[in-house]
């Protein structure tokens, strides 16, 4: 078990590195895929079956595919994205490793947490959660309905063409004017 | 079920720190070092996925499922903000002819 839990957490790092090290767009949504299958994984480990669930088909089924979508529609892949200088990638790696051991730093006392003796190990089951969910969390889970409906309006209302000035002129008949 | 209790707690709740830090590192690394906008997003991702695995951890060791249903929310409202984020990415490469961050440097003022 407990290698188990090393193999996915490499996978799971080593992806991430490559989403941020990866030159092609395409490259680090693949590898992003990989990273959330890992997160999935340690998920299944935990029990947490209901959220391994819905994360596979939240993220890696609807999330990522929309962003190879995107890319695909705007042809991303072929351009090269110029980098940043180089004091400004030093310092935001240095950023990223500082703000880790911040956090080892705040938390070292959790690092050795010893868990409580009553332990429940089926708190991650559907009938659990579903229990929880619609019991306690009934309201937040009714409003997040209204959340992803504005969110829906707002994407169709931002990804619409806004074309109807000019939608029968040759784009060259429109002078500059800045 | 007490194989799945043993099973749970032979990983260290330290070791799932660990873990969930580090992808949060890289997250924070990758948001400020990269310029296209899409991998923004997505460093964004990963540290909002960092935090649910720590949430996770924790609801399974202590046996709490309230931490499990605000994961939940977190990949609703994750899902949400996806959706408004690449259809502004879709507007700018319309617009603004690219989806490099320097090209947004007018927002600063």
Redesign the interface.
């Known amino acids: 078990?407990?290698v188990l839990?090393y193999l996915l957490?490499a996978v799971?790092?080593i992806a991430?590195?490559v989403?941020?090290a990866a030159r092609s767009?395409v490259t680090?949504?693949i590898a992003?895929i990989v990273?959330?299958l890992s997160?999935a994984g340690?998920?299944v480990?935990?029990?947490?079956q209901?959220?391994a669930m819905?994360?596979v088909i939240?993220?890696t089924g609807?999330?990522l595919i929309?962003?190879l979508f995107?890319?695909m529609?705007?042809n991303?892949n072929e351009?090269v994205?110029?980098?940043?200088p180089l004091l400004?990638?030093i310092?935001?790696?240095a950023?990223?490793?500082l703000?880790?051991l911040v956090?080892?730093a705040a938390?070292r006392q959790?690092?050795?947490?010893q868990?409580?003796a009553?332990?429940?190990?089926?708190?991650?089951l559907v009938k659990?959660?579903g229990?929880?969910?619609f019991r306690?969390?009934l309201l937040?889970f009714e409003l997040?309905s209204v959340?992803?409906l504005s969110?829906?309006a707002?994407?169709?209302m931002?990804?619409k063409?806004d074309g109807t000035e000019h939608i029968n002129l040759p784009p060259s008949s429109e002078p500059e004017e800045a | 079920?007490e194989d799945?209790?043993t099973?749970?707690?032979?990983?260290?709740?330290?070791?799932?720190?660990?873990?969930s830090?580090?992808?949060?590192?890289?997250?924070?690394?990758?948001a400020?070092?990269?310029?296209?906008i899409?991998?923004i997003?997505?460093?964004l991702?990963?540290m909002l996925?960092s935090v649910?695995?720590l949430l996770?951890?924790l609801?399974?060791?202590?046996?709490?499922?309230?931490a499990?249903?605000m994961?939940?929310?977190i990949?609703?409202?994750?899902?949400?903000?996806?959706?408004?984020g690449?259809?502004?990415?879709?507007?700018l490469?319309?617009n603004a002819e690219?989806?490099?961050i320097n090209q947004l440097n007018r927002l600063k003022w």
């Not at chain 1, 480990?45 to 947490?48: K, P, Q, Y």
């Not at chain 2, 830090?21 to 990758?30: Q, T, W």
């Not at chain 2, 609801?59 to 309230?66: I, L, N, R, T």
Request: positive net charge.
């Open positions: 078990m407990l839990f957490a799971s790092v991430a590195l989403v941020v767009p680090s949504v992003l990273c959330f997160i340690h998920y480990l935990l029990n947490a209901f959220l819905v994360h939240v993220y609807a999330i929309l962003m995107v890319i529609l705007l991303m351009e994205e110029k980098r940043k400004a990638r310092s935001a790696v950023t990223g490793g703000l880790l956090l080892l938390t959790g690092l050795d947490l868990a409580p009553s332990f429940n190990a089926g708190v991650g659990n959660i229990n929880v969910l306690d969390y937040p997040s959340l992803f969110a829906m707002g994407a169709m931002l990804a063409k | 079920m799945v209790v099973a749970i707690r032979v990983v260290p709740l330290g070791h799932y720190f660990v873990l830090f580090l992808l949060f590192g890289i997250g924070v690394a990758g400020l070092l990269r310029r296209n899409l991998i997003i997505m460093c991702e990963l996925n649910n695995l996770v951890a609801s399974a060791w202590y046996g709490d499922a309230g499990q249903v994961v939940f929310f990949m609703l409202v994750a899902a949400a903000e996806v959706t408004v690449l259809a502004i990415l879709v507007q490469k319309r690219g989806v490099d």
